[in-house]
Every structure is written in structure tokens, then in C-alpha cells.
């Protein structure tokens, strides 16, 4: 964990917990985790699989809610709110990368882009050509999902989540099934925007992830390793 003030720090979660329960059986997936991402870091979340990443990227998305604590973005609290208001929260200030999943497959990028544009609030298709230009997709960008690389998907999926230019990108193993030469492509890119002043957090086993990242934040067993 840094030391960050909440009114600075473009996320920021304070001792989550969270619980599931199957019958009897009672998993704690997360364990006092607290962590503060600034703006312009780019911050890897390690762990083997089970540690509770996924899990924390969804409560830190405003997704899933934490069972204890609470979690602020860009200021503002977004857990333990009402769906409707942490969804408008997540669309103004949240970009969402999975390592699937992220286009509707009847749409062309274009498209994707531009509904999540829409629903956010914004006016569709103003800056989708310059972003997807910067993702080196000017030329894919009336392709449709299932017509795209896998390099290109996770591009497309990266541009989907700037869409809205916000202030935190949350990544799950966006690169966990690309080779060596697209993963550095898409980290570049990753990096690019860190520097331009944008907050990131990884999710990922990689190593060339936990290389690239300015800081490396272990999960075992849901909690924080020291």
C-alpha cells in the first residue's frame, strides 16, 4: 500500500473484505486488502490463480461489492451505492480491459466504441478515429469482433476502455493469451497512456507485466503480501 490522500489519488481502497459462501463452505476471497493507485502509475496486481485478483478488480470496479471497507475513485465513493449510480460512476471514470468478452461481436469496433461513448453520456464518434488510429486500428475499424487477430481484439478492447478518456484503467490478464512480441505492443501502449497521466492497475501472472509495471502489489490468499 502507498500513502495517498483519497481527494488526490485516482483510486483508492481502504481494508476490503469479501465473502462467498456455498452451502457450509465459506471462502474469503479478499482480507483487509488496501491499496492507492496516483494518477500516472501503472500498477501490477501478482498473484497465483485463486489469490483473489479478479475478485478485487470487480469490487474496485464498482462490479461486485465488498462484504467490509469501502473503495473511492477520483474522489468519489463507489461502493455500497445503489447499481444505478456506481454503473454512471464506472462509466465516467473507470476504462474496463478483460482478456475476453469486451466487444458485442454484432457490432465493428467502431461501433463498440461509440455505444460506450453514448452511454456515458458523451457524443459517439468524436474521438473515435484518433483513438483507434493511436491503437493502430484506423484500418479495422468497420471489422467485427470475430474478424479480428488476437492482438487486435485486446487493441479493440483497449480502445473500448479509453472510450471515455477515464481517469483509472482496470486490466484482468489482458495479455495472458497473446506471444511475447503483441503483449510488449500492448504494455507499450499501456504505458503511454500511464504517462500521459492516466492510473492502471494490472491484473496478470505475467512477468514482462510485473517488469513494466512501476510498482508490484502481491496477492496471496486475498490478502496483501508485505
Request: proline share 4%.
Given at each position: 500500500?502507498?500513502?495517498?490522500?483519497?481527494?488526490?489519488?485516482?483510486?483508492?481502497?481502504?481494508?476490503?473484505?469479501?465473502?462467498?459462501?456455498?452451502?457450509?463452505?465459506?471462502?474469503?476471497?479478499?482480507?483487509?486488502?488496501?491499496?492507492?493507485?496516483?494518477?500516472?502509475?501503472?500498477?501490477?496486481?501478482?498473484?497465483?490463480?485463486?489469490?483473489?485478483?479478479?475478485?478485487?478488480?470487480?469490487?474496485?470496479?464498482?462490479?461486485?461489492?465488498?462484504?467490509?471497507?469501502?473503495?473511492?475513485?477520483?474522489?468519489?465513493?463507489?461502493?455500497?451505492?445503489?447499481?444505478?449510480?456506481?454503473?454512471?460512476?464506472?462509466?465516467?471514470?473507470?476504462?474496463?480491459?478483460?482478456?475476453?468478452?469486451?466487444?458485442?461481436?454484432?457490432?465493428?469496433?467502431?461501433?463498440?466504441?461509440?455505444?460506450?461513448?453514448?452511454?456515458?453520456?458523451?457524443?459517439?464518434?468524436?474521438?473515435?478515429?484518433?483513438?483507434?488510429?493511436?491503437?493502430?486500428?484506423?484500418?479495422?475499424?468497420?471489422?467485427?469482433?470475430?474478424?479480428?487477430?488476437?492482438?487486435?481484439?485486446?487493441?479493440?478492447?483497449?480502445?473500448?476502455?479509453?472510450?471515455?478518456?477515464?481517469?483509472?484503467?482496470?486490466?484482468?490478464?489482458?495479455?495472458?493469451?497473446?506471444?511475447?512480441?503483441?503483449?510488449?505492443?500492448?504494455?507499450?501502449?499501456?504505458?503511454?497512456?500511464?504517462?500521459?497521466?492516466?492510473?492502471?492497475?494490472?491484473?496478470?501472472?505475467?512477468?514482462?507485466?510485473?517488469?513494466?509495471?512501476?510498482?508490484?502489489?502481491?496477492?496471496?490468499?486475498?490478502?496483501v503480501l508485505s
Open positions: 500500500m502507498t500513502s495517498g490522500d483519497a481527494d488526490t489519488a485516482a483510486l483508492q481502497a481502504r481494508t476490503l473484505y469479501r465473502f462467498f459462501r456455498a452451502g457450509e463452505e465459506e471462502t474469503l476471497a479478499l482480507r483487509g486488502v488496501s491499496l492507492t493507485l496516483e494518477p500516472g502509475e501503472l500498477v501490477a496486481v501478482a498473484g497465483p490463480s485463486g489469490s483473489g485478483k479478479s475478485t478485487l478488480l470487480s469490487c474496485l470496479a464498482g462490479i461486485d461489492e465488498p462484504d467490509g471497507g469501502a473503495v473511492l475513485v477520483s474522489g468519489q465513493r463507489i461502493s455500497h451505492r445503489p447499481e444505478p449510480i456506481r454503473a454512471r460512476l464506472r462509466a465516467r471514470h473507470i476504462g474496463l480491459l478483460f482478456q475476453s468478452g469486451n466487444l458485442f461481436e454484432h457490432l465493428t469496433v467502431r461501433q463498440n466504441v461509440g455505444l460506450a461513448q453514448r452511454l456515458a453520456g458523451r457524443r459517439g464518434g468524436t474521438d473515435i478515429g484518433p483513438l483507434l488510429d493511436s491503437m493502430g486500428l484506423a484500418r479495422r475499424a468497420h471489422a467485427y469482433p470475430g474478424q479480428l487477430s488476437g492482438g487486435e481484439s485486446v487493441r479493440a478492447g483497449l480502445a473500448l476502455a479509453l472510450a471515455n478518456d477515464p481517469a483509472v484503467l482496470l486490466a484482468d490478464e489482458p495479455t495472458g493469451e497473446l506471444d511475447s512480441v503483441t503483449e510488449t505492443q500492448i504494455l507499450d501502449l499501456l504505458l503511454s497512456r500511464s504517462r500521459e497521466g492516466m492510473a492502471i492497475l494490472v491484473a496478470s501472472h505475467s512477468p514482462a507485466v510485473s517488469a513494466a509495471a512501476d510498482r508490484v502489489i502481491g496477492l496471496s490468499d486475498g490478502e
